[in-house]
């Protein structure tokens, strides 16, 4: 069964909420695929409800490399960050993980999204593997951090190409960027829109009608 996963990490952005409002968007969205949705936190405050499968997060790193954690999930995976608004059904991409078998020289698939920034190759909002690749998070370590700062999506990227070829999530998802490209509305054609640093969904105004958050 496909695997969806996320992060929920306590003393940023996010809550609960988005984690719901996820939930509701890939349930209303993916109709032609079963899937087990499964969020892992810090938080401590909840249990496994509604279809949502909690595991806690069991590392110390903080903020946005705690989704590190979720590479313990193998085979058939699929990672959203909690502000992505998904528009339609995601038919390709799925399809694409769920039934890619392994590549001619026997390397798993990895997916990641295309950066909206020249100097930044991928981006890890949306990802998807076929494999265990859980070397990402055994891998990590303080002198790592420090080297790539802010930018888990760089140390991911360097690290999956050390032995496996990175696959364009953008090849099957028509992707765009809040900040870059939907602030007076989503184009028709998008499937997927991306809100990359800030302002987040709640605080956006054509957000509050279909997509809104508590």
Known sequence: MLQIVCCLKSGGDFDWDYVDKLHENLKDRIVNFDFKFTVFTDKIDRF??????????????????????????????????????????????FKAVTFSPFRSNGKSHFYMME?????????????????????????????????????????????VLKTNEILSVNDYVNVASYKHNCQDGVHPLIDAVVFHGHPRPRD?????????LK
């Open 204 to 212: 956006v105004n054509w957000l509050q009608g279909e997509y809104a």
């Open 115 to 159: 950066g909206f920034h020249k100097d930044r190759r991928f981006n890890s909002s949306i990802m998807g593997w076929n494999g265990d690749f859980s070397h990402l998070l055994t891998g990590i370590n303080k002198e790592t951090i420090e080297k790539y700062d802010k930018w888990d999506q760089e140390y991911i990227t360097d690290t």
């Open 48 to 93: 496994s409800l509604y279809g949502i499968n909690i595991q806690s997060l069991t590392t110390d790193l903080e903020s946005y490399w705690s989704k590190l954690e979720v590479f313990k999930m193998k085979g058939q995976v699929i990672y959203f960050d909690l502000d992505i608004i998904l528009k339609y059904e995601l038919t390709d991409f």
